[in-house]
């Protein structure tokens, strides 16, 4: 899945001109086809019209950086010399694959989902052979077999990408993923408590952050990021064993 972001961060938090040119702009498709969704009560389809849009040239995704973000970079060099180590990963609203290509490469078995068949399809396509297993799924309908069965799971600006009121919703379905033992890994836009939205993104305020400490999660270090004009959460959450 994956949302418009901010910054070097896959997108912008500025709002563009109705007609804004798409190469001058890359968040304009993606608002173009979420205002498009959203208008049919459709939140998360705007993802599947983009992705598609995409590998025939008609559209622009905005975060396809062909990185991994910088901030799961720095967070697993931080983790120190051999990094988070193995085990079970899951990445959520894993777009294009450059996460989830990272997070195995530091030893996990991950499994990485996106709600969007075309971004699935486009993942495998860019690396074939991959460990990865990429999968077509929906945050809100996850296989039951995922409730609790992740080591680590990393979430990185999805909730972000879907309308406010389905934030609490998405965010405890998120959460739900993660194993006794575990750790859960959120990166997102960050925004002040009532502040501008930009629609979409919806970036997350401080509570809403805090708000992934939930059922039976516990918050081990939130980060309040801010240079160059961003505002970015990353935050890590564990469920005791």
Do not use: C
């Amino acid at each position: 899945m994956t949302g418009p972001t901010s910054g070097r961060d896959r997108g912008t938090d500025a709002a563009p001109a109705p007609d804004a040119d798409p190469k001058a702009d890359p968040d304009a498709d993606a608002r173009r086809l979420a205002a498009r969704s959203l208008a049919a009560d459709d939140p998360t389809g705007w993802f599947e019209h983009l992705y598609a849009e995409s590998a025939t040239g008609e559209a622009i995704v905005p975060w396809d950086s062909r990185t991994p973000h910088v901030l799961l970079v720095e967070w697993a060099a931080g983790r120190g010399p051999g990094g988070p180590g193995g085990g079970r990963a899951l990445v959520v609203g894993a777009g294009l694959g450059d996460d989830a290509e990272y997070v195995a490469g530091l030893g996990y078995d991950t499994v990485a989902f996106d709600v969007s068949e075309s971004a699935v399809r486009l993942a495998r396509e860019r690396f074939p052979g991959s460990a990865v297993d990429y999968r077509a799924a929906d945050l809100f309908d996850p296989p039951a077999g995922w409730r609790h069965a992740f080591d680590l799971v990393v979430e990185i600006m999805t909730v972000q990408a879907l309308p406010e009121e389905l934030h609490a919703r998405a965010t405890a379905g998120v959460a739900a993923f993660v194993r006794p033992g575990g750790t859960l890994l959120v990166i997102a836009s960050g925004r002040e408590e009532g502040g501008p939205a930009g629609a979409p993104p919806w970036p997350l305020t401080a509570a809403e952050i805090a708000a992934f400490a939930t059922g039976g999660l516990t918050a081990e270090t939130i980060e309040d990021l801010r240079d160059d004009g961003r505002h970015r959460w990353r935050a890590t959450f564990h469920r005791p064993l």
